[in-house]
């Protein structure tokens, strides 16, 4: 059985940084691109970030660029995301989203097979 | 980025209710449309991929159709398990981009 476990959220400031952890478990772990969406509060789903099954190749959306960075350690079957000079629309669940397939996204990548619970993540002085 | 649109934002049914959802894409996406189900406090769960094939363990009852631009997610007879939030996905390029979802409320 797929599981993912994230963990990590909390409130921070303003331009402060946070770690968040997916942990995964029941599939080929380095087989699997693995991404990032979040949910503020009251609204839709906003994918953040992907990163290939070798971690050799990342993705962002515009609107975290050059503040998240996504990473991988297989050998510990864990996805993480850094978030760096936070800011109060970065407030959401953050949901960790298992890939059918593997980067590079072709026309019709981007399908997520297995998602985590969420973690909340609060940016608020 | 493609925009995708759903109709209507929100929904009341009874059990046993045929229930449709639309999506909307701003450009053509062929047939790659994902929907999902959202529940508060739950893991979100792919129900149909690629507009129309069912995600293994999904009920039946669940349907997709479209391709281009228009989509539209089908339940057959609504179940008291299935109020939710219903969420469309594009895959056609990156970034994917997802509709502001479809709240469906017991009537």
């Known amino acids: 059985e797929v599981q993912l476990l994230e963990s990590g959220g909390g409130l921070v400031q303003p331009g402060g940084s946070l770690r968040l952890s997916c942990a995964a478990a029941?599939?080929?772990?380095?087989?699997?691109?693995m991404s990032w969406v979040r949910q503020a509060p009251g609204k839709g789903l906003e994918w953040v970030s992907a990163?290939?099954?070798?971690?050799?190749?990342?993705y962002s959306a515009d609107s975290v660029k050059g503040r998240f960075t996504i990473s991988r350690d297989n050998s510990k079957n864990t996805v993480y995301l850094q978030m760096k000079s936070l800011r109060a629309e970065d407030t959401a669940v953050y949901y960790c989203?298992?890939?059918?397939?593997?980067?590079?996204?072709?026309?019709?990548?981007?399908?997520?097979?297995?998602w985590g619970q969420g973690t909340l993540v609060t940016v608020s002085s | 980025d493609i925009q995708m649109s759903q109709s209507p934002s929100s929904l009341s049914a009874s059990v046993g209710d045929r229930v449709t959802i639309t999506c909307r894409a701003s450009q053509s996406i062929s047939k790659y449309l994902n929907w999902y189900q959202l529940k508060p406090g739950k893991a979100p769960k792919l129900l149909i991929y690629a507009a129309s094939s069912l995600q293994s363990g999904v009920p039946s009852r669940f349907s997709g159709s479209g391709s281009g631009t228009d989509f539209t997610l089908t339940i057959s007879s609504l179940q008291p398990e299935d109020f939710a939030t219903y969420y469309c996905q594009q895959s056609y390029s990156t970034p994917p981009t997802f509709g502001q979802g479809t709240k469906v409320e017991i009537k």
């Open positions: 029941g599939f080929t772990f380095s087989n699997y691109a």
């Open positions: 989203a298992k890939d059918m397939g593997e980067l590079p996204w072709l026309a019709g990548g981007a399908k997520f097979d297995y």
């Open positions: 990163i290939s099954g070798s971690g050799g190749t990342t």
